[in-house]
Nanobody, 122 residues
């Protein structure tokens, strides 16, 4: 089985910083895309930032210049450095990954973490 476990959420004042971490574990053959999504109450889940296995990144316009995604392929981890946080960044943040568990491409699946809460006070 494969698990994604997030850590690093919490309560921070506007303008502050947090760093989220996500560790993938289990029967992992390879990890393709990794990313962070967030969902605020009453809103749809949205992509915050993503990173390919080769290191190419993309991010939502609302976080460009403030959030940075990175990954450590050797440790099967992905990180989200969040700076200049705003109250509108308050949400549950979810780690996401596309993971293969075997040689066959058919073993590729989407996996989600359980979520970590980020609350930014004004």
């Amino acid at each position: 089985q494969v698990q994604l476990v997030e850590s690093g959420g919490g309560l921070v004042q506007a303008g502050g910083s947090l760093r989220l971490s996500c560790a993938a574990s289990g029967s992992i053959f390879s990890i393709n895309f990794m990313g962070w999504y967030r969902q605020a109450p009453g809103k749809q889940r949205e992509l915050v930032a993503g990173i390919s296995s080769g290191g190419s990144t993309n991010s939502a316009d609302s976080v460009k210049g403030r959030f940075t995604i990175s990954r450590d392929n050797a440790k099967n981890m992905v990180y989200l450095q969040m700076n200049s946080l705003k109250p509108e960044d308050t949400a549950a943040y979810y780690c996401y990954a596309i993971i293969r568990t075997g040689w066959s491409l058919s073993t590729s699946r989407n996996y989600w973490g359980q979520g970590t809460q980020v609350t930014v006070s004004s």
